[in-house]
């Protein structure tokens, strides 16, 4: 084995170390709530906490916790979601077996008056069928892992989720209903689909899935065609579960590529892009380059080099069509080391060397940073954000370990959920 695999290897392990310590200490040890950012009085991410649950194993494998320490924590958490109140009162924890997309870090009822959310509780269920595919040790403790995992997924009702229609809804509030929007065009919510065709109690019919991908976009950018997503975590976040290589479902087998396939084109469009540099951001360039749904310097108007800019917040920031303000993600390029190595790998290294977004930050890298952005900072490539964020934290430690060994996967291609999933939304072909 050469030095430089060596370096590798020992660098992404501490990234992943790094970042899996946000689990350990930004989570509530009664409940098993994970805070959704490093601010005072911040709730709980059901999202992150799903993420979480899905860590620990890797956790235990990597030798950052005990599995005791991990059987313990995953164990508390699985019993407050299933013992937490579920039903129509305004603050409750869920209902009709989803859950409140924010909750408080304390009491683990409703936070901020959010929406009851589809796709983050199939985030937290992922978690949870996690845990139960990975502690199958003959024990007590393991067993009710194991027990619990199933029930909380076997407790969501999808068909209610659809409200009437084919997609699902992006989810519900008890002062007014469904929301508006539903699950259409490509993006995370492969996942939630996965997840609701495979359930055993309350399926989704397969005609939801066909509704689903009949409003995919196709698209051709940068010398690639593949099928859009703007925010780069919408190739990534259901493929941290699903091992989506070798198969493929009616629309990928027309287009002669799998998901898997299509993500890495979309990583190569997100550099390309930076390569461009359309709009002409400061920094953009083949090492410098993650555009997604983000942490941000806005909201302002700021006139820069004579060029007024608008600056946002949290947003969900996209590649080629937008919105971009210069501001990049490296946990997305992370996320994206198992689709494309080749180029993420010299991307981290200008990201930890010589940018050094990592130096000083507990947590490994913060959510964002701006080179465009005028600001006084000590760093050199401008306005990085004050923030660690859950929901970024977890697909470092996951991907790391995909593109390692691949662990996620192995355990995720036994859980008859996801293989009944995608069987009814019509993959076939690979490990299935």
Known sequence: MSSRKLTVDSELEELQHKSFSYFLHETNPVNGLVIDKTAADWPASIAATGLALASYPVAVERGFMSRAAAVERTLITLRFFWNSPQGPEPDATGNKGFYYHFLDMQTGRRA???ELSTVDSAFLLAGALT???YFIDDTPDEHEIRTLSDALYCRADWQWAQNGGA???HGWKPESGFLKYRWEGYDEAMLLYIFGLGSPTHPLHESSYIAWTSTYQWEHCYGYDYLYAGPLFTHQLSHIWIDFRGIQDAFMHVKGIDYFENSRRATYVQQRY???NPLEFEGYGECCWGVTASDGPG??????GGIERQFYDYLGRGVP???DDGTLAPWAVVASLPFAPEIVLPTLDFCIHQAKLTNSNP???KATYNP???VKSTNPYGWVSPWHYGLNQGPIVLMIENYRTGLLWQLMRGCQYIATGLQKAGFNGGWL
Do not use: H, N, R
């Open 131 to 133: 845990a139960g595919m």
């Open 112 to 114: 901020w008056q959010c």
């Open 299 to 304: 909201p302002s108007t700021i006139e820069v």
């Open 321 to 323: 069509y937008g919105p």
């Open 372 to 374: 465009t952005y005028p």
């Open 167 to 169: 997609t699902v809804t």
């Open 363 to 365: 947590y490994g890298f």
């Open 274 to 276: 930076a390569i461009d």
